[in-house]
């Protein structure tokens, strides 16, 4: 028989081994799960039972000590011990009837219900009897008393506590036979559990036994999968950064061979030498990171020349002690492999022993050598890929905040020409106005109004970048809000006549005071309502403020809402980026740079406050400025 056919039928036997096992342990399971269930009501039972057995012991004990109480009382002479022992013998009764409602209260079998029908009608018969020697004693008939007593009393009690006695001889029996049904049960399921525990034993011993006859070649299979695995358990550690583990890498790989050093080492061919990136090693070995060695001297050398694994049991047997690479390193035994780094030889990882190995390296340790060589390999691929990109990250940021900085210095180059290019030609517009030159007017308007919009836009341009360069100054002072707006309105009532929009304004009498630069929270409501006339047409513009609670703390509210084209929710996700626009359409027929928005609310979070919208496509918008009654509290703190 090969081997292949003798593996598969092995496999087949420990299948089929492993199965019955399975089977016998369900089975076992199943079997133990059921008793344990029966026990458990059982159990139950029984405790059902005592409580109640203790509940009717209670019964009796009261209903006897009832009756030696009324007996105490017919010889009492004394008024206040009768008084105190009617009290005992009214409390003792509503012991009894309180215990008798608890047993009651329980189902019961037909022959429990007869019997306890029996034994309450003699507990009734005895009662009334008692009643009536109790009255007797209190209207000073001792003799009527002691002989009711004697005569109805006391043959009331006897056969009340016979066969209450009876009902507990039944209770006591019931939970006997209880008892004795675990003990059966138990002692059967020993029996199974024995039995099939006994096969599932049989079957292990048996399974072990083929698995022991497989071979060496399973067990370095087993052995090949269980240093895989260890592999990818280190090299899916959570928490760790890509040197702790490739630290952990290596000492999985010392642990596996069973050898004492390794080393990552970086090798430079071009000035031959080496230099060790990652070390493990005893103290002793004084072998450190960072250490440079000539590569011609080490035995790197003949790792980076070769495209297979090296590996040498015994050195000193080996015809390396003659090269010049035993000189630096002089290992006992030697096992390494190349690294790739992007396609390239980058350098080696190396396992080495000060002493001769007593077994020779096998197939499977150059295959793990290997795998760890690869995984060293690309963890640190990423580790170069991660200080690309961090350097990258930082010549980004640090190349952004050189533009913002430039921009921010040159607002007085960038404005001043352009207002005098506005003022030249507002000057040359009043003397042709003179000269009633009506088409050199209309030119000069044209250059006019271009400059002022090229001036709003280098404006917003490089209040932007002076806020992301950190040098835009606020002046927060405690103000009234209502005035600002006010004086906006002002402003754009020329632009609601021209797209025939009605203004509607609801403002609180008193909304409050805020912390706020008067300057920067204008130009935001300015943005906010230019945005709301140029967008709205024969529509309505709703200008409402008012005190608001927002996280439990209190803010003044600005609401700006209109009933013009509305915004879609996926614009409303990009609204606030620098130079976006809600769609093209919009960019064409109305025109804007995409800034006002996003600056608005940068002065906003600036003064410690937000900007929020609510908006459907076609229906209109609402946009709100959020501002602190109190600087302290704060819906958004800029980074």
Not at 23 to 50: C, H, M, P, R, Y
Request: with cysteine; hydrophobic share 40%.
């Amino acid at each position: 028989m090969d081997l292949y056919s003798a593996k598969t039928r092995s496999r087949a036997i420990i299948t089929l081994g492993f199965s019955a096992i399975l089977v016998s342990f369900v089975v076992l399971l199943g079997i133990w799960l059921i008793n344990v269930f029966n026990n458990e009501k059982t159990f139950e039972d029984i405790a059902n039972a005592q409580l109640e057995a203790r509940q009717i012991s209670i019964m009796r004990n009261a209903a006897l000590q009832r009756a030696i109480a009324l007996h105490r009382l017919s010889i009492m002479n004394n008024s206040f011990d009768r008084k105190e022992e009617e009290r005992n013998f009214l409390e003792l009764g509503n012991i009894f009837l309180s215990e008798q409602e608890k047993v009651l209260s329980r189902p019961k079998t037909g022959k429990e219900k007869l019997a306890w029908d029996h034994l309450r009608e003699t507990f009734d018969k005895g009662e009334y009897a008692q009643n009536q020697v109790l009255q007797m004693i209190l209207n000073g008939e001792q003799d009527k008393a002691n002989k009711l007593l004697h005569e109805k009393v006391v043959p009331a009690q006897d056969i009340f506590a016979k066969r209450i006695s009876g009902i507990l001889d039944v209770q006591r029996e019931n939970i006997e036979d209880k008892i004795a049904e675990i003990t059966r049960r138990n002692r059967t399921i020993y029996w199974l559990i024995g039995l099939f525990g006994s096969v599932a034993i049989l079957l292990g011993i048996f399974t072990i036994y083929i698995v022991r006859r497989t071979g060496k070649t399973e067990d370095a299979l087993l052995e090949q999968g269980n240093r895989v695995r260890e592999l990818y358990k280190v090299s899916s550690m959570a928490g760790l950064d890509i040197d702790a583990q490739i630290n952990e890498m290596l000492a999985l790989g010392c642990r596996l061979l069973k050898l004492e050093i390794s080393r990552v080492c970086r090798v430079d061919k071009e000035k031959d030498s080496i230099t060790f990136l990652y070390v493990r090693a005893p103290r002793e070995c004084d072998i450190n990171v960072g250490t440079m060695l000539p590569l011609h001297k080490t035995f790197c050398s003949i790792t980076f020349a070769s495209d297979e694994t090296i590996a040498i049991n015994d050195t000193m047997a080996s015809n390396s002690t003659d090269s010049p690479c035993y000189e630096s390193s002089r290992p006992g035994s030697y096992i390494a492999t190349t690294i790739s780094v992007y396609g390239k030889k980058y350098g080696t990882v190396n396992f080495s022993s000060r002493f001769p190995r007593k077994h020779a390296y096998t197939d499977r340790d150059k295959d793990l050598v290997s795998l760890i060589g690869s995984w060293v390999g690309l963890a640190l691929e990423r580790q170069l890929s991660q200080e690309e990109i961090y350097v990258a990250k930082e010549n980004a940021e640090t190349a952004n905040k050189a533009k913002s900085a430039f921009l921010a210095n040159m607002s007085h180059e960038l404005r001043t020409p352009l207002n005098a290019i506005i003022g030249y030609s507002e000057l040359l517009i009043e003397d042709v106005a003179l000269a009633e030159n009506h088409n050199v007017k209309i030119d000069l308007k044209n250059i006019s109004d271009s400059g002022h919009h090229l001036l709003t836009l280098i404006n917003d341009v490089l209040d932007l970048s002076k806020i992301e360069a950190g040098k835009m100054e606020f002046v927060l002072q405690k103000m009234e809000i209502v005035p600002l707006i006010d004086e906006i309105i002002e402003t754009f009532r020329p632009g609601l006549q021209k797209n025939n929009n009605e203004l509607i304004i609801n403002c609180d009498d008193n909304p409050g005071y805020a912390m706020i630069d008067p300057t920067r929270l204008k130009q935001a409501l300015m943005n906010l309502f230019s945005n709301a006339v140029k967008f709205t047409k024969n529509g309505t513009i709703t200008i409402t403020t008012n005190k608001s609670t927002r996280n439990d703390k209190p803010w003044i509210a600005i609401q700006i809402a209109d009933t013009g084209i509305g915004i879609s929710a996926e614009d409303i996700t990009h609204l606030f980026q620098p130079f976006r626009q809600v769609n093209t359409d919009s960019t064409n027929k109305y025109g804007g740079t995409g800034l006002g928005l996003a600056l608005s609310r940068r002065m906003c979070h600036m003064m410690g406050g937000d900007i929020s919208v609510e908006s459907e496509k076609g229906k209109g918008s609402t946009f709100t400025i959020w501002l602190p009654v109190n600087q302290n509290e704060k819906i958004f703190v800029p980074d």
